[in-house]
């Protein structure tokens, strides 16, 4: 709470902007446009964390046309990604990346909060 001296009044203090939950690297705004493009106006990509896979929590990334009200929405380079409110605590931290290697291309969630992952990067514990 916020005390003003002048006045001997109490004030609720501002409330603190909230990080997003998420960041997205160039890479991945640069491929997630290309992808938009071809799923019509709006098309936003949903990131969330579910329960399983082989380490306990599993990523899940969907393309979607609206968020839902307690959505995080994470804006850059012209793209959207939405963050639902569960999953939020799950990822802070974390960013999103597009990686190109020998056997590929994906989206990678880099995650300072795992403990341990799967071999094939989709699948964490905390």
Known sequence: MKF???SHTSAPAAPAPQAAPLGVSDSAAARLAVILAGEGAGAMMRVAVE???CSGFQYKFDIVQAAEPDDFV???GGIKVL???TSAP???GSILDYV???LGA???IVNPNATASCGC???FSL
């Open 121 to 123: 990067g989709t699948s």
């Open 74 to 76: 994470i804006e850059k």
């Open 4 to 6: 003003d001296i002048a």
């Open 51 to 53: 329960g399983g896979g």
């Open 90 to 92: 799950l990822l802070a």
């Open 83 to 85: 963050v639902d409110a």
């Open 100 to 102: 190109t290697e020998l």
């Open 106 to 108: 994906s989206f990678k």
